[in-house]
């Protein structure tokens, strides 16, 4: 009927039990055992809810064959009655109840769209060898392996979940995690506190006891080891505030906890200091006095752009940064002759802040405290600037802060990335440009067009951006609130800001006599004309004679909306939702009649899951019909102009669609008596074709100006 497919909701029964032997075993195959009673019970009732593009599936299973149904829906499994496993998986319609029973209204009916897709039935002979007890010998090896496992995990997680409370969680970390993560999945800050070793630990456990179990952990005996609180700083960076005091190790974990946590996070995080001899072993710590300032020291080397964590050392507040250059360069491995730099890196969020350290000021007046990072190099030399693309430790951090990796890719195939650049988000537009220029080989920049990605569509946006329309790469990649790495290209054939000047028109040309359609890009200046637009695709196509007139019209879901006059301006047509179609004018709507009709003619069909909605396909067309025409001699005429075989239009029917509703025609009927003497303004009111949509789905564009046509189509740049 639709040449579509569709789900069958209609109501279907199906039996509790299923007597195959009734009838002498018609419904049997033929070498189907007879010798056996095939007498079939119920077993399960798999349903579908949804429509034919999608849905949900679940189950109604009585594993034994009792009484007892049990619906099995995703992870949920409930009792349910037989009513519902069965009665109410038989689909067709469903009443809804009368909210005033004593009026007599129509009941209102609905379709179910729930029903019953496939059913196990399971023969009454043979119930006891499927319907068995399993026990663990009938259960795999590996199976019964693996669900004991899941079964201890599961009591282990909920032991852990019942003690929640209990315990507390301690982030304990150590020069040994700073060095394996700065330079590698951190460059600010010192720690990622996700990736150090945690403690489980009893909150009425002493301090003293949790150096012991930290003791056996790293093997460090607990004298030497001394454990500083982490702060976070108004500046947004978290660093190491200071140390415990014998007081605070006094307390129970849990005291300690509450005492220290003010934003009562779940967790405890400390950093443990530890020093170490040469030979690796753990010394005696120094005492910490009032003018003793604990500072992290990070290493540059601008040739091969790496961070590293080199250390860290106490300094005196009194004392000035030139007395600890001989410790750090040998921290560095650098030879005593080596000029070195030094930089405070003192914030990261919203932008990278990075100062120079004078070598000759104290401590003291660099306002230098507990937990400060020191980012160090060698001092660079008159050229580095030249050498190096990050010569100083300030620049590099701005680079590693707003690096980007972007996926271009070209328009004409969105889906596939042809290449990736490393930029940096705050990039100009001439640069970004500039880097993509030089991938392609292109040698004038201004001939590249960037267009940005919609991160809910997926899609290119419909609108390119302008020549420096935007400062910032990273302006080109937000989104609302999303940032993407994603970005579509264009090679142009002229510069941007010319083309800019000019508007740039899709037109699909529909050839009067071949059934062929083309495509053409038009580009003119902005106050040019409908008329000046007809005269370009005059020069471009072929016309069925030198003297035809052409017209454009605008098309949208399969439906004309406007004819354009030709002293229109072409600056405000949009051709990025709407469809621009120019065709030759037919010689005999040049000469209309004073009672002949100019109509609209629609293709539709009737909308699968409700047959109250009209869908429209295919290519609208204009019609003339005469005052007393009847539907006979116009079908006639439409089965001509579109081609159509005996055998198809004869399924065609045609009617008289209104504001989406369809009043069908007789073929005796005079079709004008409908219409109302209005030329190009009805589109509300049309004549419509009803017959299946044969033409093949094309994938889903969002925009409308990339139709796909019946016809074979050409497409000119």
Not at 195 to 223: C, H, L, N, Y
Not at 281 to 294: A, C, Q, S, V
Not at 663 to 674: H, L, M, N, P
Request: net charge negative.
């Amino acid at each position: 009927m639709r040449d579509t497919m569709v789900k069958i909701n209609d109501r279907y029964e199906f039996p509790l039990q299923l007597d195959l032997d009734r009838d002498n075993g018609k419904y049997l195959s033929p070498d189907a055992d007879r010798n056996v009673r095939n007498l079939y019970t119920l077993h399960s009732v798999l349903v579908h809810s949804g429509g034919v593009h999608g849905g949900h599936y679940y189950a109604f299973i009585r594993p034994t064959l009792s009484d007892q149904w049990f619906k099995f829906e995703d992870e949920r499994v409930t009792k349910e009655d037989a009513k519902k496993a069965l009665e109410e998986q038989y689909g067709g319609e469903e009443e809804l109840p009368q909210t005033n029973p004593g009026l007599n209204n129509t009941p209102f009916k609905f379709t179910k769209y729930s029903n019953a897709y496939m059913l196990v039935y399971i023969r009454e002979s043979d119930k006891d060898k499927i319907i068995c007890n399993v026990d663990e010998k009938d259960i795999a090896e590996h199976l019964r392996i693996r669900l004991e496992k899941d079964r201890e995990e599961k009591e282990r997680r909920k032991k852990e979940k019942a003690e929640a409370h209990l315990y507390t969680i301690i982030k304990v970390a150590r020069d040994d995690d700073l060095k394996a993560q700065i330079g590698k999945d951190i460059y600010f800050d010192l720690v990622d506190h996700d990736k150090v070793p945690s403690f489980r630990i009893q909150k009425q456990m002493t301090f003293t006891q949790f150096k012991e179990e930290v003791a056996k952990e790293f093997g460090i005996p607990t004298q030497f080891q001394r454990f500083w609180l982490w702060a976070k700083r108004q500046n947004h960076t978290y660093r190491p505030n200071r140390p415990l005091s014998p007081q605070d190790e006094a307390h129970s974990v849990g005291q300690l906890k509450e005492l220290v946590n003010k934003a009562h996070n779940a967790e405890l995080k400390l950093f443990l200091e530890v020093e170490l001899g040469l030979d690796l072993k753990p010394l005696p710590l120094p005492e910490k006095t009032r003018d003793d300032i604990f500072l992290f020291f990070k290493l540059y080397d601008p040739e091969k752009e790496e961070l590293r964590y080199v250390g860290r050392l106490f300094v005196k507040a009194s004392g000035r940064p030139q007395d600890i250059l001989p410790k750090l360069r040998m921290l560095a491995g650098f030879s005593q002759d080596d000029d070195i730099e030094l930089f405070e890196e003192i914030k990261f969020e919203p932008n990278v802040m990075c100062e120079y350290i004078d070598n000759r000021l104290l401590f003291r007046s660099c306002q230098l405290e507990d937990g400060d990072i020191i980012c160090f190099q060698k001092s660079p030399k008159p050229d580095s600037a030249d050498r190096y693309r990050f010569p100083d430790v300030p620049s590099f951090l701005v680079y590693i802060r707003n690096r980007q990796v972007v996926h271009f890719r070209s328009l004409e195939k969105p889906k596939e990335d042809d290449f990736c650049l490393e930029m940096s988000k705050i990039f100009t537009y001439d640069e970004v440009v500039e880097k993509v220029a030089q991938k392609l080989g292109v040698d004038d920049p201004s001939k590249i067009r960037l267009t940005s990605h919609n991160c809910y569509s997926q899609q290119p946006k419909p609108q390119p951006i302008k020549y420096r329309g935007v400062e910032r790469l990273l302006d080109m990649l937000i989104h609302y609130n999303q940032t993407s790495d994603i970005l579509y290209y264009e090679v142009l054939d002229i510069p941007l800001p010319e083309l800019q000047a000019l508007k740039t028109l899709k037109v699909t040309y529909h050839h009067a006599t071949k059934d062929e359609v083309s495509v053409h890009s038009i580009r003119l200046p902005k106050n040019s004309t409908v008329g000046d637009v007809l005269n370009d695709i005059k020069s471009k196509v072929e016309l069925s004679h030198p003297n035809a007139e052409l017209r454009l019209l605008e098309v949208f879901y399969h439906k004309i909306y406007k004819v354009f006059a030709p002293s229109e301006k072409i600056e405000n047509i949009n051709d990025q939702y709407w469809t621009l179609r120019a065709e030759e004018v037919p010689e005999e709507e040049k000469n209309l009649g004073p009672f002949d009709r100019l109509i609209h003619v629609y293709h539709f069909t009737k909308d699968t899951q409700n047959q109250t909605q009209v869908q429209n396909f295919g290519e609208p067309f204009f019609m003339v019909i005469r005052e007393d025409e009847t539907l006979s001699s116009i079908k006639e005429r439409i089965q001509k102009k579109l081609k159509v075989p005996d055998e198809d239009f004869s399924k065609w029917k045609f009617a008289y669609i209104s504001l989406g509703r369809p009043d069908y025609f007789e073929d005796s009927d005079i079709v004008a008596t409908k219409f109302q003497r209005n030329m190009y303004g009805a589109w509300e009111q049309y004549l419509g074709l009803e017959h299946p949509d044969t033409a093949p789905r094309k994938a889903h564009t969002v925009n409308q100006n990339r139709h796909s046509f019946e016809r074979p189509v050409k497409i000119y740049n």
